[in-house]
């Protein structure tokens, strides 16, 4: 800062040395040029050439462009008296011009009512520019000369026909020329800048200033005459945002000096940090659970951002919008502008995070369900997903698994060869999970079951033929008719000896158990036994030529 301060000082203290011979500069400019102005007498007109006569022993010659106007039509004609300043000479004859002529009139006329206690600072066109430095000319046509060193341009080849502002620094009488300056009104307002500068960079206050410029990255915004640069990070506390949506150039707003890099040049301004921190405000006021009323102001394919009105945004994820898992873009669900009830499920005021949930506010859709529906209900469900195991069913606002197991009594259907996504099919809620929010359902259970078929035409004790399809530690899998299995237990198989088995030998059996409603059939080989000793006893009793003593006594004999 005392570097600033010193650099300050010397700017101040310093001027501009005018002690230059400017005369000698000018005289250099123009060279043998004379800067009579006088009455002249065009004689002749031929090609481009005008003749006028001065009153030297050779008439003058000038362009006949001096006399064109712009529609192309001669000013003049042979005869006519005009004003004319001697250039120069070629060949003993005088060079003219009007222009230049009417130039130094004005020159004469601007000389004669210059004020110096004026600000005297003028818009100029460079025309051209010699050795010792440049002729320019104001919209009214005056001319001014400014010396190279007093140009401050570091490129002089891209200057002819360009506009800049100048300063008058001396006014010639005798010569009748005017020298201008660039390099001092530049300089001037360098040393006002370092001054404004020096009075600011360690200002703590919140001071006002004026949006010179709106950038895609940020305001530039003039604070007592010196631009800073409000970065679009800088301007609210909900993060970056686009300035073109809030201010427009001329708007006035409070800012604070965050930073100037002396180096660079560059004054940071900040407009958030002006204004009080809103989450000093709610980080003891918001609790997690609490309800608020929010508005959506950008929706992303992840989620929303919502504003709660104090420039703090929330962020609403997409898996907190709705109950549907399914959920692919927000916009099906929300729109920007509108006005929520929310629900607080994270706040960190320290990370200036909070996140919030709108499922949360809204009715589940499993609650509904099991108040629409119970177990053993038949209703129609549409097919959303299908996978390996089996398919998810919509049924209501829920989804239900539809196992592959049961989806049909034959254990070789697959429900994702058998059912395409969007079909509307007729399904049985088989449970209702409270615990774990979940539903099974099936479609088997809405046809009888092939044991159910079977039964029709079996009971339990009758002998029935199968071809073994496995063979398990624990028992035989037998295939009966109709794509009916059974099972014979190990402890069913009797005498058997079950070593010389094998899959596809035929097997006869009794009928032990049947389960019409888990589709399961037990059959037994040792009953199947029993079943024939008795009645192989029956039909002896049922003869009555022998007792069974006498088959007692036949066997031992």
Not at 246 to 264: A, H, Q, R, S
Not at 285 to 308: C, H, Q, R
Not at 397 to 426: Q, V, Y
Not at 468 to 492: P, Q, W, Y
Request: one cysteine or more; a negative charge; glycine letters at 6%.
């Amino acid at each position: 800062m005392a570097e600033v301060n010193k650099n300050v000082r010397n700017d101040i203290n310093s001027d501009i040395d005018l002690e230059e011979d400017f005369a000698a500069m000018f005289e250099e400019s123009i060279k043998a040029e004379e800067s009579t102005v006088c009455d002249g007498v065009i004689v002749n007109i031929k090609d481009d050439e005008v003749f006028v006569d001065v009153r030297k022993k050779s008439e003058g010659v000038m362009n006949i462009s001096e006399i064109t106007s712009n529609d192309g039509s001669l000013q003049y004609k042979i005869g006519d008296t005009i004003k004319v300043a001697v250039t120069g000479s070629r060949n003993g004859r005088p060079i003219v011009s009007h222009r230049k002529a009417l130039r130094k009139e004005k020159v004469k006329a601007f000389i004669d009512n210059y004020d110096e206690n004026a600000e005297n600072i003028y818009d100029v066109k460079i025309i051209s520019k010699n050795k010792g430095g440049f002729v320019a000319v104001s919209d009214d046509g005056v001319e001014f000369f400014m010396p190279k060193s007093q140009s401050g341009f570091k490129e002089t080849n891209q200057v002819i026909n360009k506009t800049f502002k100048v300063k008058v620094l001396k006014i010639d009488k005798a010569e009748q020329s005017i020298i201008v300056s660039r390099k001092k009104l530049i300089d001037e307002d360098r040393r006002k800048r370092k001054e404004v500068i020096a009075s600011i960079v360690d200002n703590t206050d919140i001071i006002e200033g004026i949006i010179k410029k709106i950038t895609t990255y940020g305001m530039f915004v003039d604070v007592g005459g010196i631009d800073g640069l409000v970065h679009y990070s800088e301007i609210s506390y909900k993060g970056p945002v686009n300035p073109n949506t809030l201010y427009k150039e001329g708007d006035k707003v409070d800012v604070k000096i965050i930073k100037y890099d002396n180096e660079k040049k560059h004054l940071s301004l900040s407009i958030k940090a002006a204004t009080p921190d809103p989450w000093d405000e709610i980080k003891d006021g918001l609790e997690v659970g609490d309800t608020i009323k929010v508005i959506v102001s950008n929706i992303e394919p992840y989620g929303a951002f919502v504003d709660l009105g104090n420039d703090i945004e929330g962020f609403l994820h997409i898996s907190e919008i709705s109950w549907d898992k399914n959920i692919k873009n927000p916009k099906d669900f929300i729109k920007e502008g509108e006005e929520l009830d929310v629900e607080v499920i994270e706040i960190d005021a320290n990370d200036r995070r909070l996140r919030v949930s709108l499922k949360n506010l809204l009715p589940k859709p499993f609650d509904e369900f099991a108040s629409k529906f119970k177990e053993g209900d038949i209703v129609k469900g549409v097919v959303t997903t299908l996978t390996n195991f089996g398919a998810f069913v919509r049924v209501g606002a829920l989804e239900g698994l539809l196992h592959n197991e049961d989806s049909s009594w034959d254990r070789n259907d697959k429900c994702k060869d058998t059912l395409k996504s969007g079909d509307e099919i007729d399904v049985k809620i088989i449970k209702i999970d409270d615990k774990n929010q979940k539903i099974s359902l099936s479609q088997k259970d809405l046809k009888d079951s092939p044991v159910s078929e079977y039964s029709k035409r079996h009971s339990v004790g009758d002998i029935v033929t199968g071809t073994i399809r496995d063979i398990k530690d624990f028992g035989i899998f037998v295939s009966l008719e109709g794509n009916v299995d059974a099972l014979i237990r190990k402890e069913d198989v009797g005498s058997v000896d079950v070593e010389t088995l094998k899959v596809g030998d035929t097997i006869e059996a009794a009928i032990a158990f049947i389960d019409e409603k888990k589709n399961r059939i037990r059959l037994s080989i040792r009953r199947l036994a029993r079943q024939k000793e008795r009645e192989v006893l029956n039909e002896i009793n049922d003869d009555g030529k022998m007792t069974l003593g006498d088959i007692i006594k036949e066997q031992l004999a």
